[in-house]
């Protein structure tokens, strides 16, 4: 399938179909971030300075969350974070703090920030948001955040699949999103799906493909849905994750290669 102009409503089924409606997204983010970099923020300079100050405090919906942990030390994990992280560095007193941020386009900002001699407090690492526990360790995450990023992904699901490996026992997951943006954007580029709350509970469409998250997920979560505005989403991990270790990861490995390589072939067809 070659990118149309006007990409469809419904979710492909066919992995490689959703890679290349995915990939269509790339030039636009690529292009919003140097703009972004070369201009030290463009309309947003407080911002700009804000996320490469390496003494900003946690933002504060984090820091109380942090704070209800009762934890000195507490390791946080921005999923899809960009090429900056945007929830701060310095943890509540009396915390100390390990940060990691991670993005698909991770190798293509460092390169942007390289570029222009950018040294950024945390550079983000590469890990799609359904392939963390591939370079992450897994139950290592007191909190696990992602802002505006995975409804831009290709399997939400399988991406909050993930995000509970890697986040410990009684840990969070806290995800901030626009709702239902993939409609408003028309599913043009990264927007691929919607997020919303419907009596409470937290919902993912496309088209008629709709999920019911919290049946979705593998295990037992308690999950608290919001719509103010924007979807906020407090997921806590309630029972461990299903050890599958090597079967997973080379089942995983002939789904997503097989894909990579249809798309590859498809592209050099034209
Ligand atoms: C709108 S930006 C938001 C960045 C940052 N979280 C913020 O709030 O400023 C969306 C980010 O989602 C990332 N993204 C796209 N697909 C993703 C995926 N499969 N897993 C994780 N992040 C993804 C993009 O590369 C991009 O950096």
């Known amino acids: 399938m070659v990118p149309t102009a006007t990409p469809p409503r419904e979710l492909p089924t066919d992995l490689s ?3 290349e409606l995915w990939a269509s997204g790339i030039p636009y983010e690529l292009g919003f971030w140097t703009h972004w970099a070369k201009t030290q923020g463009g309309g947003w300079p407080d911002e700009f300075a804000a996320r490469m100050n390496p003494e900003a405090p946690l933002v504060p919906w984090l820091a109380d969350r942090a ?3 009762g934890l000195t030390h507490l390791r946080v994990l921005d ?3 960009g090429p900056v992280t945007s929830i701060g ?3 509540p007193p009396g915390m100390t703090m390990e ?3 991670t993005d698909p386009l991770a190798d293509a900002y460092t390169r942007i920030f390289d570029a222009l001699g950018l040294k950024r407090p945390v550079p983000t690492t590469f890990a799609p948001a359904e392939e963390l526990s591939a370079f992450l360790p897994e139950d290592s995450f007191d909190i696990v955040h992602c802002r505006n990023a995975l409804d831009h992904s290709f399997d939400p699901i399988r991406g909050l699949t993930e995000m509970l490996r890697v986040v410990k026992m ?3 997951i806290m995800l901030y999103h626009n709702a239902n943006e993939a409609e408003s954007e028309a599913y043009s580029g990264f927007h691929q799906y919607n997020f919303d709350v419907e009596d ?6 496309r088209g008629a493909t709709r999920w019911d998250v919290q049946t979705e997920l593998p295990i037992r979560t308690w999950i608290r849905a919001r719509r103010r505005g924007h979807v906020a989403v407090l997921i806590e991990k309630r029972k461990p994750m299903p050890i599958e270790r090597e079967n997973r990861f080379r089942a995983r490995f002939a789904e997503t290669s097989r894909a990579l390589m249809n ?3 498809r592209r050099s067809l034209g």
């Open 17 to 19: 179909e959703r890679f």
């Open 67 to 69: 704070t209800a942990t």
């Open 79 to 81: 999923v899809g974070a």
């Open 89 to 91: 560095y310095v943890p």
């Open 99 to 101: 940060l990691v941020a």
């Open 170 to 172: 009684g840990g969070q």
């Open 200 to 205: 409470e509970r937290f919902i993912i469409w």
């Open 263 to 265: 798309l590859i072939i």
